[in-house]
C-alpha cells in the first residue's frame, strides 16, 4: 500500500471511531447546486443529499450526467445507499432522487411541511385530485428533531424554515446540511419571498444554526461565486458564518435583517427553472402523470396571480 492510501486508511479509521462522515461534493454548475453523498466508512452505509437531474427548458429533456456521477462514486466505493434527502423542495433545479433510487436503493425523505409546500403549488399548477397532497409521494416525512442513522451515524433533523415551509437541515456528526437557509459568509442568506416564506422566521432560522458549536461545518446546497472570488467553495463553520456573513454575522438584529431581506428579494428575478423544479420537486422527484397521448408535460402558469 503507497503512503498516500495509507494516509487516506488511518484518516477513515479515525473518522469511524469518532462518528465523522465521510464527504463527498458535487457541484453542479447550470443550476449552481452542491450534492453530497455522506457515508459511515465503518459500515459503508451512505445517503444523498439533494441530488441534480439534469434537465433543458428549452427541449424539455431531462439526462443524467450529474447523478450518474454520484452512482460511479458510490460504486467505487462499495457503498449501500440508505437515504436519498431533500432539505426542501428545491425551486432551482430538478430532484433526481427517483432515479437514483432505482439505480441504488433507498428511501426518498423531506420535512414533514412538505405539504404546506404541496397544498399551495397543487392549486397553482392546478394539480387535480389525483395529485394527493399529504407527503405520501416521499417514503419518510422527518420533524424537528427527529433522529435516524446512516450505519453508526447518528443524524438529527432541524426545522428551519423561512425560505420555504418546509426547510430542514441534517445534522450529521461535526456536519450540518443547511439546504439553502444560508450559504458562504460572503453571499449571504436564502430569499423569503417564495410562498410560505418569510424573512423573520428565516433569521431565527438561521441563528439557531450559529448557536451550534463554533467548529460545526456547515455545508451549502448553492454557491454562486460572488465577486472577488475566484473559485466556487461550500464549506464553511458556524464561526466562519458569525463572524463574517453579509447578511446575518453577529450584531446583525431581527429588525435589521428582515429589512434587508425583503428589500432585496423584491429586486430578484424567479429562478430559471421554478416552474418545472417545483412541479416535479413537490412530487418527490417524479415527473406528473402521463397524460393520454402517452406524453408527460409540466404546466407553466401565464398571469397567475
Known amino acids: ?16 471511531q469518532a462518528g465523522i462522515p465521510l464527504i463527498k461534493a458535487f457541484f453542479d454548475l447550470p443550476t449552481n447546486t452542491v450534492s453530497y453523498v455522506v457515508h459511515d466508512t465503518a459500515t459503508s452505509r451512505a445517503a444523498i ?3 441534480v437531474l439534469d434537465f433543458d427548458p428549452a427541449s424539455g429533456r431531462t439526462t443524467y450526467t450529474s447523478a450518474d456521477a ?3 462514486y458510490v460504486g467505487e466505493h462499495a457503498l449501500t445507499i440508505d437515504w436519498l434527502l431533500e432539505t426542501h423542495a428545491h425551486a432551482d433545479h430538478l430532484s433526481a ?17 412538505i405539504t404546506s409546500v404541496q397544498q399551495v403549488f397543487g392549486k397553482l399548477f392546478n394539480a387535480g385530485s389525483e395529485f394527493v397532497r399529504d407527503g405520501s409521494d416521499f417514503d419518510q416525512l422527518w420533524n424537528d428533531g427527529d ?3 446512516i450505519g453508526n451515524l447518528e443524524v438529527t433533523v432541524l426545522h428551519v424554515p423561512g425560505h420555504t415551509p418546509a426547510c430542514i437541515a441534517y445534522v450529521i456528526g461535526d456536519a450540518v446540511f443547511v439546504g439553502d437557509t444560508m450559504f458562504m459568509p460572503d453571499y449571504g ?3 423569503a419571498d417564495f410562498p410560505g416564506g418569510d424573512a423573520r422566521t428565516l433569521y431565527r432560522s438561521a441563528r439557531r444554526l450559529l448557536s451550534l458549536p463554533p467548529e460545526t461545518r456547515l455545508f451549502m446546497c448553492h454557491d454562486y461565486l460572488p465577486a472577488g472570488r475566484d473559485d ?5 463553520t458556524v464561526e466562519a458564518e458569525r463572524k463574517a456573513n453579509v447578511h446575518i454575522h453577529d450584531g446583525k438584529t431581527e429588525d435589521e435583517f428582515v429589512t434587508m431581506r425583503e428589500a432585496r428579494d423584491a429586486t430578484l428575478p424567479m429562478p430559471r427553472l421554478i416552474m418545472p423544479s417545483v412541479q416535479v420537486n413537490m412530487r418527490a ?7 393520454d397521448n402517452g406524453v408527460t408535460y409540466l404546466k407553466i402558469p401565464v398571469n397567475a396571480v
Not at 432522487?97 to 411541511?113: E, R, T, V
Not at 466556487?232 to 464553511?236: D, G, I
Open 189 to 191: 442568506t436564502a430569499r
Open 285 to 291: 422527484g417524479h415527473m406528473p402523470a402521463a397524460e
Open 70 to 72: 454520484i452512482i460511479a
Open 232 to 236: 466556487y467553495v461550500w464549506e464553511s
Open 49 to 51: 443529499i439533494d441530488s
Open 147 to 149: 433522529h435516524f442513522k
Open 1 to 16: 500500500m503507497t503512503d498516500l492510501a495509507l494516509t487516506k486508511a488511518s484518516a477513515q479509521v479515525v473518522a469511524a
Open 97 to 113: 432522487a427517483p432515479y437514483l433510487q432505482q439505480k441504488l436503493g433507498g428511501k426518498i425523505a423531506i420535512g414533514a411541511h
